[in-house]
C-alpha cells in the first residue's frame, strides 16, 4: 500500500508557505506517496468555545466528539488527517508566531486528543510523523515562536516531528522562488519524511539538522527558566516546547542544555509524558470540582463580578 503523505498550508494562495509544502509534496509524489493537500483558508474552521465537553466526555470514558462537529470542516479535515502516515504543516509567521487560521484550526484537536483517547481504550495507536515549515519576512529574530508554535500542537494528534524548516526574509508574495535553497530544504523535508515512515518506528528519529536548537529532545530553540510544578518537579531549565527539564553547561566556550537524569519524566512528545498532565489535570480541575465547598465559595465571590459592568463599545 502506498504511503499516504498529507500537507497542509495556512498561507496566501500559491504564495510562500504553499510552494515551500508543494515541493516536499513532490519529493513524496516522487517516492510514490500517495498525496493529498490542503490549504486551511478554503476551509470553514470555528474557535474552540472552550466548553471542555470532549474532555468530560474522555474523563467518564466515552469520546463524545466535539460540539461544533456538524457546524464547519474541522471534523471533515481530522478524517483525512488522521488516516495518513505523514504530514506536513506549511504555515506563515505572523506577529512572531503561526498564523492565527492555523492555531484556530489546531486548537480545536482537543476532542482528538490521543493520549486521552487511548488511555480509555476509545481509539487505537497510529504512529504518524510530521514536517513542519514556517516561513516569514525575516529572520529567527523574528521568528521566534513560529516552529516551536507549530510543535506545540503537535502533541494532542500524537505527530511525531521528524524535521523542521524556518524559511527566513520571504515577505513577498511567492518570493521564495528566488531562494533555490529553501525549495533545496523543502524537497529534503518530503525526502525526510518518507524515510521516516520508511523506518521501523521503534527507530524513527530526528532527520533535520543535528545541531538545530537548544533542545537535544525536541530541537525547539527556546529553553525558559523552570519554576516549581504542581507536583513538586522543578527543573533549573526547561524546554518550553516538550518540557525536558535540566541544566546549562558550558563545553568548549559553547552552552550547552544538558537532559537531567529524570528530564523527560514528562515529556510532551511522548503518550506517556502527557498521560502525567493527566495526572495533573485530575487533581487540580478534578480536586475543584470534586470538592462541593470549592463551588459554593465561588458562587458567592462571582456576584462581585457578574454585577460589575464597564462601557463596551
Ligand atoms: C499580519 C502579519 C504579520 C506578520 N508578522 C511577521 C513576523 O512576526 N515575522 C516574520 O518573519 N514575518 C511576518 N509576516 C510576514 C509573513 O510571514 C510573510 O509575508 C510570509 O511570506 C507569508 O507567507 P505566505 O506567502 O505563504 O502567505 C507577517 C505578515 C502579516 C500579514
Keep these: 500500500m502506498a504511503i499516504k503523505v498529507m500537507g497542509v498550508a495556512a498561507g496566501r494562495k500559491d504564495s510562500n508557505s504553499e510552494i515551500l509544502l508543494k515541493e516536499a ?15 486551511l483558508r478554503d476551509y470553514n474552521l470555528m474557535d474552540c468555545i472552550g466548553c471542555t465537553s470532549c474532555t468530560i466526555g474522555m474523563s467518564q470514558g466515552k469520546n463524545v466528539g466535539c460540539v461544533l462537529d456538524a457546524k464547519d470542516d474541522k471534523k471533515k479535515i481530522m478524517e483525512a488527517l488522521l488516516n495518513q502516515d505523514a504530514v506536513i504543516y506549511s504555515v506563515p ?4 508566531m503561526p498564523a492565527s487560521n492555523y492555531l484556530t484550526f489546531a486548537q480545536r484537536s482537543l476532542s482528538y ?37 507549530l510543535q506545540a500542537t503537535m502533541f494532542t494528534t500524537d505527530m511525531k516531528v521528524v524535521d523542521m524548516m524556518l524559511a527566513t526574509r520571504v515577505p513577498g508574495p511567492s518570493q521564495v522562488l528566488l531562494d ?27 532527520l533535520g539538522e543535528e545541531n538545530m536548537g537548544w533542545c537535544p529532545n525536541c530541537h525547539s530553540n527556546a529553553l ?12 533549573p531549565i526547561e524546554c518550553q516546547v516538550c518540557g525536558a527539564g535540566g541544566t546549562l553547561k558550558e563545553e568548549n566556550g559553547k552552552w550547552k542544555f544538558v537532559i537531567q537524569k529524570d528530564g523527560l519524566l514528562k515529556d510532551r512528545t511522548t503518550v506517556e509524558g502527557r498521560a502525567k498532565h493527566l495526572e495533573e489535570i485530575a487533581h487540580t480541575q478534578g480536586g ?26
Excluded at 509534496?25 to 490549504?39: D, H, P, Q, R, Y
Excluded at 525558559?224 to 527543573?235: F, K, R
Excluded at 465561588?298 to 457578574?306: D, F, G, P, S
Design 113 to 149: 486528543e490521543t493520549a486521552f483517547l487511548e488511555t480509555i481504550g476509545a481509539i487505537e495507536h497510529r504512529d504518524r510523523v510530521a514536517g513542519l515549515i514556517s516561513v516569514g519576512g525575516s529572520t529567527r529574530a523574528w521568528q521566534s515562536m513560529a516552529l516551536e508554535g
Design 25 to 39: 509534496l513532490i519529493a513524496c509524489e516522487e517516492a510514490g506517496a500517495e498525496v493529498t493537500m490542503i490549504n
Design 93 to 96: 509567521t505572523y506577529d512572531l
Design 288 to 313: 475543584f470540582f470534586a470538592n462541593p465547598e470549592n463551588r459554593e465559595i465561588v458562587a458567592k465571590k462571582i456576584t462581585r463580578y457578574k454585577e460589575k459592568t464597564f462601557k463596551g463599545i
Design 224 to 235: 525558559v527558566l523552570g519554576e516549581m510544578q504542581w507536583d513538586g518537579l522543578h527543573y
Design 180 to 206: 533555490d535553497e529553501l525549495i533545496a530544504r523543502a524537497h529534503k523535508m518530503g525526502e525526510n519524511i518518507i524515510k521516516a515512515v520508511q523506518t521501523p518506528v521503534e527507530e524513527r528519529g530526528w
